[in-house]
Antibody
Framework: QVQLQESGPGLVKPSETLSLNCTVSGGSMRSHYWSWIRQTPGKGLEWIGY???????NYNPSLKSRVTMSIDTSKNQFSLKLTSLTSADAAVYYCARGNTDFVYWGQGTLVTVSS | QSALTQPASVSGSPGQSITISCTGT?????????VSWYQQYPGKAPKVILYEGNKRPSGVSYRFSASKSGNTASLTISGLQADDEAEYYCCSYVNTNTLIFGGGTKVTVL
C-alpha cells in the first residue's frame, strides 16, 4: 500500500520560505506524477503543482512565481518550496500521487504563518 | 481562475438519493472527461470516490455515481447513509494543463 508523509516546519515567519518534504513508501516513484495541494478554510482545496518522476514540473499559474518543486527518487522523496509567505499561505498542505486525480494522499501538515 | 461552482450544502434523509452539481466552463469540466470527486471527513485527507468521469476506485461503494452534461458534472449518492455525511469536492483538468477544485459541498444526513 502506497503511503505518503509530509514533513516540515509548522510555523513560518511572514516573508520567509516554506520548505516541505513528502516521503513515499510502499511503492515506486517511477512513472508517476507527484503533487502538492493545500487547503484553507476560506479557499478550500487548491492545486499547487506537480513534479514528474523525471523532474518535469508544472505549477498553478497563481503561485508559479513563488513555487519550486523537486524530486529525489533515491530517497523516495519530493519537495515543495514556497517563497515570500504571507498569511494567505497558511493552510494544511497535502502531498499526493497523481496529476489529474489523486488516489494516494498524505495526512496533511498544518502550516501557520506568523512572526 | 475561479473555483468550480458547487452548492454549499445538500441534505437528504437516509435511503434517499442526492445530487451535487459542479459547474465549470468549456475550458475545464465541459472540455474533458477528467473530473474527479473527493469525500472528506473533518480533520482527514480527501479520498477519491470517482475519477475520469465515472471510474470508481476499488472499495468505493456503487452508491456513488457521476455524470456530466455540458459544463456541469454531477455526483449522485444513492441510498444515503449516515456515514455519507461529509464534505465533497469536485476537481477538473483545465486546458492550461492545470487543475481546479470546486468550493466544496457539505452533505448532511437528516
Amino acid at each position: 500500500q502506497v503511503q505518503l508523509q509530509e514533513s516540515g516546519p509548522g510555523l513560518v515567519k511572514p516573508s520567509e520560505t516554506l520548505s516541505l518534504n513528502c516521503t513515499v513508501s510502499g511503492g515506486s516513484m517511477r512513472s508517476h506524477y507527484w503533487s502538492w495541494i493545500r487547503q484553507t478554510p476560506g479557499k478550500g482545496l487548491e492545486w499547487i503543482g506537480y513534479v514528474f518522476y523525471s523532474g518535469t514540473t508544472n505549477y498553478n499559474p497563481s503561485l508559479k512565481s513563488r513555487v519550486t518543486m523537486s524530486i529525489d527518487t533515491s530517497k523516495n522523496q519530493f519537495s515543495l518550496k514556497l517563497t515570500s509567505l504571507t498569511s494567505a499561505d497558511a493552510a494544511v498542505y497535502y502531498c499526493a500521487r497523481g496529476n489529474t486525480d489523486f488516489v494516494y494522499w498524505g495526512q496533511g501538515t498544518l502550516v501557520t504563518v506568523s512572526s | 481562475q475561479s473555483a468550480l461552482t458547487q452548492p454549499a450544502s445538500v441534505s437528504g434523509s437516509p435511503g434517499q438519493s442526492i445530487t451535487i452539481s459542479c459547474t465549470g466552463t468549456s475550458s475545464d469540466v465541459g472540455g474533458y472527461n477528467l473530473v474527479s470527486w473527493y469525500q472528506q471527513y473533518p480533520g482527514k485527507a480527501p479520498k477519491v470516490i470517482l475519477y475520469e468521469g465515472n471510474k470508481r476506485p476499488s472499495g468505493v461503494s456503487y452508491r456513488f455515481s457521476a455524470s456530466k452534461s455540458g459544463n456541469t458534472a454531477s455526483l449522485t449518492i444513492s441510498g444515503l447513509q449516515a456515514d455519507d455525511e461529509a464534505e465533497y469536492y469536485c476537481c477538473s483538468y483545465v486546458n492550461t494543463n492545470t487543475l481546479i477544485f470546486g468550493g466544496g459541498t457539505k452533505v448532511t444526513v437528516l
